[in-house]
T-cell receptor, first 114, second 114 residues
Framework: AQTVTQSQPEMSVQEAETVTLSCTYDTSESDYYLFWYKQPPSRQMILVIRQEAYKQQNATENRFSVNFQKAAKSFSLKISDSQLGDAAMYFCAYATRWYNDMRFGAGTRLTVKP | EAGVAQSPRYKIIEKRQSVAFWCNPISGHATLYWYQQILGQGPKLLIQFQNNGVVDDSQLPKDRFSAERLKGVDSTLKIQPAKLEDSAVYLC????????????FGEGSRLTVL
């Protein structure tokens, strides 16, 4: 079974600085998707960034980028120039390409200090 | 474009009572998911529909939980009878189809079982 592990329950970062959130996963599949979702307090979960496993190039979305290490089954999220609005729970997720059975990690709570 | 709609947003019931949650996905989205998110944990998939057929319900406690998606649009998740450990946020999500790899979430329905 696919599992997703986020080993950092909480992280904090100073505004305008950079922070990296870690995620590892376990799968026997060769083709799959990886995601980072953001869940602000009392608000809906939104997609931050997506990586397709067959693509070697790391995905980037503005201030958000990932470091995808397929062999190590590692998928970290880097947030550059952190802003107060980045404070939220961040969930790493995995989905198989064909069945879209998305599995989530336990989450990392990110605090941004002014 | 309207997002995923869920109701009610909050529900408090006593154990052994029943409750139902409703979800209206984004128009045209064939795939619909129900997730259970217990406080401090990542979402756990309960059931996944493709149109009005069940793709995966392996983690649905079928002795007390049921879900349906009549006509392949709206969906209802029912719990009967509720237990204390069912206290959680129930998230509905939809995606265009099984293979797009991007889920859009509703704001969730928070259930408290006393």
């Amino acid at each position: 079974a696919q599992t997703v592990t986020q080993s950092q329950p909480e992280m904090s970062v100073q505004e305008a600085e950079t922070v990296t959130l870690s995620c590892t996963y376990d799968t026997s599949e060769s083709d799959y998707y990886l995601f980072w979702y953001k869940q602000p307090p009392s608000r809906q979960m939104i997609l931050v960034i997506r990586q397709e496993a067959y693509k070697q190039q790391n995905a980037t979305e503005n201030r958000f980028s990932v470091n995808f290490q397929k062999a190590a089954k590692s998928f970290s999220l880097k947030i550059s120039d952190s802003q107060l609005g980045d404070a939220a729970m961040y969930f790493c997720a995995y989905a198989t390409r064909w069945y879209n059975d998305m599995r989530f990690g336990a989450g990392t709570r990110l605090t941004v200090k002014p | 474009e309207a997002g995923v709609a869920q109701s009610p947003r909050y529900k408090i019931i006593e154990k052994r009572q029943s409750v139902a949650f409703w979800c209206n996905p984004i128009s045209g989205h064939a795939t619909l998911y129900w997730y259970q998110q217990i406080l401090g944990q990542g979402p756990k998939l309960l059931i996944q529909f493709q149109n009005n057929g069940v793709v995966d319900d392996s983690q649905l406690p079928k002795d007390r939980f049921s879900a349906e998606r009549l006509k392949g649009v709206d969906s209802t998740l029912k719990i009967q009878p509720a237990k204390l450990e069912d206290s959680a946020v129930y998230l509905c999500a939809s995606s265009l189809d099984l293979r797009t790899g991007e889920l859009f979430f509703g704001e969730g329905s928070r259930l408290t079982v006393l």
